[in-house]
Nanobody
C-alpha cells in the first residue's frame, strides 16, 4: 500500500511558475514509477508526466514538454513537478499516482492516487 500527498498548488499569473510536490509513504514506495495527471472541470483526466523508480527515465505529454520537469528524491520519497511558463489551459487539479510497472501515460495502470492539488493560472 502506498499513500500519496500532493502540495504546492495555487494561483499564478500566465507565464509564472509553480513547483508541485508529492510525498509517498508505504512499503517500497521508492521503487514505484510515479506520475502526474491533471483534470480540469468537465474534462477527462489527462497524463502530464511520469518518472521511473531510478529517475533515469522520464516521459511527458506533448502539451507540457519544454515547460514542465518531473524529478524525484528517493531519499525523501518525494516526486516533484516544476512547472514553468504556465498558461491558462494548465489550470486543473493535479494528481500524483504510483505503480510498480513501466513508465506509462495510461492512468488505468496506476494503482495509487493522491487527493490532488489545485493549480489555477490567471490570464
Amino acid at each position: 500500500q502506498v499513500q500519496l500527498v500532493e502540495s504546492g498548488g495555487g494561483l499564478v499569473q500566465t507565464g509564472g511558475s509553480l513547483r508541485l510536490s508529492c510525498a509517498a509513504s508505504g512499503r517500497s514506495s521508492s521503487y514505484y514509477t510515479l506520475g502526474w495527471f491533471r483534470q480540469a472541470p468537465g474534462k477527462e483526466r489527462e497524463f502530464v508526466a511520469a518518472i521511473d523508480w531510478s529517475g533515469s527515465r522520464t516521459y511527458y505529454a506533448d502539451s507540457v514538454k519544454g515547460r514542465f520537469t518531473i524529478s524525484r528524491d528517493n531519499a525523501k520519497n518525494t516526486v516533484f513537478l516544476q512547472m514553468n511558463s504556465l498558461k491558462p489551459e494548465d489550470t486543473a487539479g493535479y494528481y500524483c499516482a504510483a505503480q510498480r510497472g513501466r513508465t506509462t501515460q495510461l492512468a488505468y495502470e496506476y494503482n495509487y492516487w493522491g487527493q490532488g492539488t489545485q493549480v489555477t493560472v490567471s490570464s
